[in-house]
């Protein structure tokens, strides 16, 4: 069974319907990328798949071993994080919390696995720094190292590289890539940059006034990839 | 000096006095605690808004004779902390509009309210001296400082165990939401908390004053430190520090308790402003 199924799913708010009758499936090991115009609902379908907003109607299925507090998620920055005193490691940790439980502390094991993190998103210089003072490039690669505190499974990332410059954001695309190859991470990411969901990802869901959903080649090779992305042939 | 020391050592016999102190350090602990949280969540003023509600909880409870009116001032406050802060992001009337509402109507109703049905002779000296705290910090029973010694610890007890839940929870919600945290309960704890907090600090400066003793130390600790722990435990330093000596300077030079604290806050404030310009200048 797939990690993520979405059946007939409709998607609003406040009663209004932007997105009908959407169905989809994301299986281990895949790279789905979402695109589509600002106000298509990409960030609405994310929120819902996490559980943070109810669908209108429709199903989400979790599968293949998959639970609710196994899912990673890289949001957009906040402006309360933009002044919030935390370094770097308490950020991390933090990505711990879902599965704690009760537990008011953290676990030598969690910890130990909070450094791995660190050092696989190349920032442990940084640990002790003050995460408000980093680079926008720094602050994803510590968003990045907490999401996967709280999974090995599953990663959602919301626009990742906006506002980056685009040394960082080949340098951040590269790591996702990482993740998703040796790692065997499913990536499910929204993403302006077509040219990049067309280079990187092996799937392709495309929601505005037309739907599609399939694999990066058979996206390419229809119409409404071909209209969108200027026949995909940007790379 | 020795004047000074002479003068403390003959307050020091009196009990009214050793009572003060310590209820001044706990509250003081207390209400700094969730400063950062608070200050950080663009609710400030929950401080003002929500004394102001105890303040009209208060004249419900005088207007309907209660000798007690703890329970209901307390009952009334959380629950009107939980409607502003459990509502969350999708609420019609936000943050700040949401707290000014509930603070003036509060206000307004409790005024209206004791200046209907008040016994008293002396109304507005009534109204100034809850608004402003004024003498009550020195007017403790006994009861009072262990009911109010109680309530710390747990908050206190509290905040440890939710420590860690509650940096999740602040500095981004949805995340710690989308990875199975529990917001909405921990969201409703410090809600409670808050309401605790303040209505015990009511008793210490008044309801007008509470915003400075949430938020000074925690907008000062902000300035020099970088992490959510060094900044936590040096609101909560401040916040004692300024405390004990607003209350000591306000006893030897017979100033007003609650605003010569405040006054004390803003001094340490601008001095840990300047402590954090200067850190930045040597560092960059």
């Avoid at chain 1, 919390?97 to 993190?117: D, L, M, Q, V």
Wanted: overall charge neutral.
């Amino acid at each position: 069974m797939a990690l993520i199924t979405c059946r007939n799913l409709c998607l609003g708010y406040d009663g209004r319907e932007i997105l009908h009758d959407l169905s989809f499936e994301v299986n281990k090991g895949d790279y789905l990328c979402i695109v589509g115009e600002n106000g298509s609902g990409k960030s609405t379908l994310m929120r819902t798949i996490l559980g943070l907003q109810h669908p209108l109607s429709g199903q989400i299925l979790t599968g293949d071993g998959l639970r609710r507090g196994e899912i990673g998620y890289l949001p957009q920055q906040t402006p309360v994080q933009k002044d919030f005193p935390a370094s770097v490691w308490e950020v991390v940790l933090s990505g711990f919390e879902g599965s704690c439980g009760w537990r008011p502390f953290y676990t030598k094991a969690e910890k130990r696995r909070a450094e791995e993190n660190i050092r696989a998103m190349g920032i442990e210089q940084l640990s002790g720094r003050c995460y408000r003072e980093l680079s926008g490039g720094q602050q994803q690669r510590v968003l990045l190292a907490r999401a996967l505190c709280a999974t090995s499974k599953l990663l959602f990332l919301d626009e990742p590289v906006s506002g980056l410059d685009p040394k960082v954001t080949a340098e951040m695309y590269d790591l996702i890539e990482n993740l998703n190859h040796e790692q065997g991470i499913t990536i499910i990411m929204i993403s302006h940059d077509i040219g990049a969901a067309l280079r990187y990802a092996s799937h392709v869901l495309h929601i505005g006034d037309s739907v599609f959903f399939g694999t990066r080649e058979a996206y390419r090779s229809s119409g409404i990839g071909t209209a969108y992305a200027g026949g995909g042939r940007a790379q | 000096m020795t004047n000074v020391l002479e003068k403390l050592t003959l307050y020091w016999q009196y009990p009214f006095v050793r009572y003060a102190l310590a209820v001044g350090v706990l509250i003081s602990l207390c209400s700094s605690l969730l400063g950062v949280t608070l200050v950080l969540k663009r609710f400030s003023f929950i401080g003002d808004g929500l004394s102001h509600v105890a303040f009209g909880a208060m004249a419900i409870a005088s207007v309907l004779h209660l000798t007690n009116d703890m329970p209901l001032v307390m009952l009334i406050t959380v629950l009107s902390a939980i409607a502003l802060l459990c509502t969350g992001q999708n609420a019609r009337i936000k943050g700040d509009a949401a707290i000014a509402m509930i603070s003036v109507g509060a206000l307004a109703i409790g005024y209206l309210l004791m200046n209907l049905f008040t016994t008293s002779s002396n109304l507005s000296g009534d109204v100034c001296s809850t608004l402003f705290g004024s003498t009550s910090i020195l007017t403790l029973t006994n009861a009072e400082v262990w009911l109010c010694t109680v309530m710390s610890v747990i908050v206190v007890a509290a905040f440890v165990f939710f420590y860690h839940k509650v940096f999740a929870v602040t500095f981004d919600e949805s995340f710690a939401a989308a990875t199975g945290v529990k917001t909405k309960v921990y969201n409703f704890i410090i809600a409670v908390i808050i309401a605790v907090i303040i209505v015990l600090a009511m008793n210490l400066v008044g309801s007008l004053l509470i915003s400075a003793l949430v938020i000074f130390p925690a907008l000062s600790a902000m300035r020099v430190f970088k992490s959510f722990r060094s900044v936590t435990i040096c609101s909560a330093v401040f916040s004692i520090f300024c405390s004990l000596l607003g209350i000591l300077i306000s006893i030897l030079a017979g100033t007003p308790v609650g605003s010569t604290i405040v006054a004390a806050d803003i001094v340490m404030f601008f001095l840990f402003s300047a402590a954090g310009a200067l850190f930045r200048g040597a560092r960059g």
